[in-house]
Each structure stands twice: as C-alpha cells, then as structure tokens.
C-alpha cells in the first residue's frame, strides 16, 4: 500500500469530517471545512497552469490560509515552498530563484519583499495576497496579485483528482544554523514514516493501510488538542500540523509567540500538548506564570510538553516540573535531513543531560557512525561520531548534489544513511547521547567543544536569561570560547562569576573566556539560535 499525504488527509476527512481541526488566532475549521476550501483553491492552481512536480512559495505568519494552501498544493501533486519571514532581501532572492517557483502565495504585510525580489522568479506565473490586516500596497507587483479569497472562492469544491503517488515531493527549506537556505527533498512516503506517524511512537508498529490512522484516531478517545508554537515555515510544527490531521486531532496555532497568550488558549482550548523549540520558547513559558494574570488560566488540561530542534536545558526543565508535577516532558533529536532520531521521556529529578543534548531511545534505523570508516561506533566505547539514519530518509538537497553527496552517504554495511553532522555517542544500553552539531563546534588546543554543553551551564545561572556560545579566533589555541548573553533584567552579570558557576558544571577548557553582553539574544522564529549573529557579536563586526 503506497502512502500520500493528501491521500492521508482526505482519509481523515471521510472519517472525522465533523471534528474540530485547526484553530488559529480566533478562526476556526472542521475536517470538512478545510477539505472544501483547499479543493478550491487547488482547482483554482490548477487554472494558472500549475501541473505535478511544480512548486509553489508560501509566505506568511501562522493562518488558516497557511494550511489551505498546504492542502491544496499536495492535491494538485504539486510541492509547497516553505519561506523564512524573517529573511531579508538577499537570503530571499536567493531561495525564490533556488526554489524554481511557479506561483507564490503571500501575506499582504510582505508584498514589498516580493515586490523587491520579483526579479529573482523568472519562472512564476501568479502570486496570490492573503488579507491579514496590514495596509502595504501590491501596486508594484506585476501582473497584480489575485486576493486569496477571490482564488479559493473561484474553484470547485469537489474532490475529483487524479491518482496521486507515494513519490510525489515535499520540500522542506532550512538554514540550519550556518550557511544560505537548502531544500531537503523528500518522497511523501519516507517522510510520512520518518515525521508523519507512520511509525507508531507508542508501540513501533508501522502503518501498513491509511486504515491503520483511524484505528489510531479512535483508540486516541480524548482526541488530543495539540499547540506547536513555533511557525509553520518551520519543520516541527508542519509535522506537528500534518501529522496530527492525520489521526484526527485538533490543532491550535498563533500567528505569533506570545507566552501569556500560550496559557490563554491552553485554558481556552483544553490543549493537552504543547510542543516548544527548547528554552528560547520554555524559559518564557514557564517564566510567564510567575505573572498572577498568566497564572489564573487554567492549565489543568496540559499533560505532555515535547521539545525539539533546540537545547531544552534541565533547569528550564525543573521549572517546569515544579508547575506541573505530573508533566509528561518528550526530548526529541532529529533533523529535516534525517526525521526523528531518537525521544526520551524526561521524569522529575532526572533532568540532568551528559552532553550538549539529551540521552534518547534511538528511533527506527538510528544510530551512531564513525564518520571515516562509516561503520558504526561500538556502544558504551565512548567514542564520538555522528547521528546517522537508513531506511525512510530524503532523496537529496534540491540543486545540490555536491551537499547531497556529503549529508546522504552509503555506510560501510552497503545502507544508505542521512549523517547531517550531528555529533553523539552511542551508550551501552543502545541510547543515543547529543553533543552538538559540528558545523559550530569550537575546535579549541585541540579539544572539540560543542557549543549546546556550555550554553546549558550558562543558562543554569540565576542571573542569564539566554546565550549563545561561538568560537572566535585565538592566537595560542586557535579557538576561544566567546558568550553572547542576555542577563535577566535588573541583574549584572560578569565574566569571572560566570566561570566560577560553570566550573560545576562543566570542564576547565569548555569555559566562556569572554562574555559579550546584549539586550536581547538574537535567534531564528523558530527558537534555534543564530550563531552568525553571535559571531559577529563576538568579534565587533556587527556594522558588516
């Protein structure tokens, strides 16, 4: 049995049309609802032309249209671009041309982006503006943009497309913490398995019908309310999305992060899971409580927080656990490049983590390799190599066969593996301990430091609020340890208290040498930090 996306989602649709679906900044939809407004829509993409295998940009702040347009895109067997709001012209000139965009659907705050980067699309067609309050003018943009609801509203709301396939395309764009943007291309099949929930997380069974989601659906009688806060552009909360409509859950998104909003819907929506990017989202979280007007929500119904694609530190963590005792906490370790590598479920009183990341139950066809012989590194050795994962992983980097060549490598077993460059050890019961990523691993007299371990020995003390750790060159050991730090308000922080608390926590050559004080740490709108900001902070090229 071949597995779509859109296929999946209409399954849903048939089952639980009725049921609640998404709920975003006051708008809501049901199954049935949502069904109809992406046929629309889809039927309209169909009249501009676009076929299978086209590709059509999305960018915007968290909406309902947001995931209409997903829908509607994957019906039509065509593949959605996802567009970092924050970048500015260069970074988005470059993903719309590497892209290869057909159409480009928009919110109206972003048209003079667009309409300074049009340039950069030869290729496109249309463009559609999506209403969202703001007065900035589309005059510039030629031809004009077709108002959303004029498009949908134009199409049929029947479902009568053609036969789709399990090798259609999803793209997900990252940035990853250095370098310009890269399209992972993946089948709609591997990354239904690999993010998607076709693996069972409960007991590892794997989806064999579209049937086996609705069993899952209605042995789930609470039909869990599920928040992801970071934005749709981002990997997590898509799957949080995609993979949630396919067991028939509820959804409630925000256009953007606000912490005391977060506790309002929780009461609001009775929402039962929250999913975070680490302490750039947790720490504000549970911080907000502090506030008597936060806390008067009631947050009874949260039972589980997961956290992935950032450090969740184990103070941030025992915060959390004081609020909420009975708390279930999910660490998850995964990549675009790879899917879900690995989850540990987190207990009160045993927060603490070995290295830059958690200790996780290695996931399906995870483990660790020896990035020169591509053998798999003896569990409980100690030895350092990188996360790597076989089985469903991506086709490659869209345009990119050189990086495809380096991320997607064949291992010494004849299995073809996703190694992004996640470094780890294997221990002897078959988890899996993060240290860092070795794109921003500080190589210093020699010894490798992996920026997350600091970072979360930083963040450990009472007066830093948050950071972010870069290397900066060094005479002597070639690299030093430089910490970009935001202090809690109305608390000083120094260099030599700050190595005085760390030395507890970590050894003597992890330490921050320097300490480069800001107002507010820099980071991407998905929580992950921007180490090129730090650097530029850390060495005084922040005018470049």
């Known amino acids: 049995m071949e597995f779509n996306l859109a296929d999946l989602f209409e399954n849903t649709v048939d089952h639980f049309g009725d049921s609640d679906y998404l709920q975003v900044d006051g708008r809501s939809c049901s199954y049935a609802e949502m069904e109809k407004r992406a046929n629309r829509l889809a039927h309209f993409l169909i009249e501009q032309g676009v076929k299978p295998g086209d590709h059509v940009g999305i960018y915007s702040y ?14 039509v067997r065509a593949v959605w671009i996802n567009i970092n709001y924050r970048y500015v012209e260069d970074e988005l000139a470059y993903l719309f041309k590497n892209a290869d965009l057909v159409g480009l659907v928009f919110a109206r705050e972003f048209a003079p982006r667009v309409a300074a980067v049009i340039d950069s699309l030869p290729d496109l067609r249309f463009t559609v503006v999506v209403d969202d309050g703001s007065d900035a003018d589309t005059g510039l943009l030629s031809p004009p943009p077709v108002e959303y609801e004029a498009a949908m509203l134009s199409g049929s709301p029947e479902r009568d497309f053609g036969p789709r396939s399990a090798d259609d395309h999803y793209i997900l764009y990252t940035g990853g913490t ?25 007991t590892g069974a794997r989806a ?54 977060v506790w309002r819907l929780v009461a609001e929506q009775k929402v039962d899971t929250i999913m975070i990017t680490g302490d750039a989202m947790g720490r504000p979280l549970v911080e907000a409580l502090e506030q008597p007007e936060v806390a008067r929500h009631d947050s009874s ?58 200790t996780v139950q290695a996931g399906r066809d995870a483990t660790v390799l020896n990035p020169e012989t591509l053998e798999p590194v003896t569990a409980g050795s100690g030895e350092v190599g990188k996360v790597a994962r076989s089985g469903d992983i991506p086709l490659g980097y869209y ?9 997607f490598i064949t291992g010494a ?43 979360a020995a930083i963040k450990s003390h009472p007066d830093a609020f948050d950071c972010v750790v870069v290397g900066v060159p060094d005479e002597r050991w070639g690299n030093r340890v430089a910490a970009v730090v935001q202090a809690r308000e109305n608390r000083e922080l120094t260099l030599e208290s700050l190595q005085e608390h760390c030395r507890t926590r970590i050894a003597g050559y992890k330490l921050p040498r320097e300490l480069h004080l800001v107002d507010t740490v820099e ?22």
């Open 178 to 202: 250095t370098g310009m943007p890269k399209g992972v291309v993946w089948r709609h099949e591997d990354v239904f398995f690999a993010l998607g929930g076709g693996n069972d997380p409960q």
């Open 62 to 75: 968290n909406s309902l249209e947001w995931v209409e347009t997903l829908w509607a895109v994957f019906k």
């Open 399 to 407: 345009k990119d066969p050189a990086k495809s060549a380096e991320t």
């Open 413 to 455: 077993d004849g299995r073809r593996y996703s190694m992004p460059g996640d470094w780890a050890t294997l221990e002897e019961d078959g988890t899996i301990t993060l240290l860092g990523r070795g794109s921003v691993s500080i190589n210093s007299g020699g010894e490798k430091i992996y920026p997350e371990e600091v970072e």
């Open 301 to 358: 119904s949260l039972f589980v927080l997961v956290s992935t694609a950032a450090v969740f530190s184990p103070t941030v963590k025992d915060e959390f656990f004081e609020r909420f005792p009975d708390l279930i906490i999910i660490d998850s370790i995964g990549s675009s490049e790879s899917g879900n590598n690995g989850m540990a479920m987190i207990t009160k009183g045993n927060t603490a983590m070995k290295g830059g990341g958690p």
């Open 523 to 544: 980071r991407a709108p998905s929580g992950k930090p921007d180490y090129r900001w730090a650097l530029r902070v850390a060495t005084g090229k922040t005018g470049d």
């Open 208 to 261: 064999t019908h579209p049937g086996d989601m609705v069993k899952r659906a209605q042995a789930d009688a609470g039909r869990s309310v599920q928040l992801p806060i970071a934005p749709l552009m981002h990997g997590a909360t898509q799957w949080s999305v995609m993979g949630g409509s396919f067991l028939g859950r509820k959804v409630v998104l925000m256009a953007r992060f606000d912490p005391a909003e």
